[in-house]
């Protein structure tokens, strides 16, 4: 029985993942980042069954103020005698879920950006290219702070500053590639066959980058969560909401460190550190996958 060309797409996408993992599995750094994400994500999933709800308003903390880590309270307690522990769990929800959604916004404007001003002639991408290094050129952290200041306080509008003020770095990698893949013989012969542009960049030139893309958002997210905690310990962050930035946040604002409340601070930080780690390790080993040159360098 002869196959349909969908089916016989779908047979090369499903040879390709299995190729994909395979190599992924021969790198250990990778494993042991995924091994964490995926901690950190049940975790995050898990928080309403592995934790109560009520133990995070200060009402009903069932607490004292700074308790030391006991068998009760595991991680001790905050300055409103709420379980750190508690706080670490939910805060995982609100520090991941803000890092994918901007990491979300990040790519999809860095893509965007990158594969027209890479394929695209004339001015357009002229324009294209110096909005990318404009946005390059500008401190972020400046930039995020008038603009989370503008917007308000919200998950949403801290996703969305985050997503527009990292996106160049995404866009430059892809302007690059795309004017490598632009200059192939395949694409030419599209071109003389009356491929239109839209066919082109659709067809020939978004399914090459795409492995570079999906390579590029595990790093991206690493970032986004990094930006999320400055900006919630800046007080930038929503304040009904528990995030690790806040923790660290309310720990510094109680001088947590100089009372010797260490417990506080240290393991909201840890958890930072481990998540960014993470995704990096990832983000790295599918890199290492996905570019050739990475890869003959093993």
């Not at 595991?74 to 990491?103: E, H």
Request: proline letters at 6%; a positive charge; glycine letters at 8%.
């Amino acid at each position: 029985m002869s196959l349909t060309a969908r089916q016989v797409t779908r047979q090369r996408r499903a040879r390709a993942l299995r190729r994909t993992w395979a190599d992924f599995r021969r790198r250990p750094t990778g494993l042991f980042g995924l091994a964490l994400l995926v901690a950190f994500g049940l975790a995050a999933l898990l928080a309403p069954v592995i934790t109560d709800v009520a133990d995070l308003r200060v009402t009903t903390a069932p607490g004292g103020v700074l308790e030391p880590p006991s068998g009760e309270f595991l991680l001790g307690t905050d300055d409103s005698g709420r379980p750190v522990l508690t706080l670490l769990v939910w805060g995982a929800r609100i520090s991941l879920l803000v890092g994918l959604l901007s990491t979300a916004i990040s790519v999809g404007i860095g893509a965007l950006v990158g594969l027209l001003s890479g394929f695209l002639d004339g001015w357009p991408s002229r324009v294209l290219f110096r909005l990318t290094e404009w946005f390059l050129v500008i401190p972020f952290l400046p930039l995020a702070i008038v603009l989370a200041t503008v917007l308000g306080r919200s998950l949403l509008n801290i996703a969305v500053v985050i997503g527009v003020t990292s996106w160049p770095a995404t866009a430059l990698l892809i302007r690059s590639q795309t004017l490598s893949i632009k200059e192939r013989p395949y694409l030419e012969r599209a071109r003389v066959l009356g491929a239109g542009r839209w066919h082109q960049m659709t067809r020939h030139v978004l399914p090459n980058v795409m492995p570079m893309i999906f390579a590029n958002t595990t790093l991206t997210v690493a970032i986004a969560i990094l930006s999320e905690t400055t900006l919630s310990f800046l007080g930038l962050g929503d304040p009904t909401r528990v995030s690790w930035g806040s923790m660290l946040q309310d720990a510094f604002d109680v001088g947590a460190m100089t009372t010797g409340a260490w417990w506080f601070i240290v393991p909201p930080g840890i958890c930072v550190v481990l998540v960014v780690l993470s995704f990096t390790l990832v983000g790295q080993a599918l890199e290492e996958i996905f570019d050739p040159r990475l890869r003959r360098r093993r």
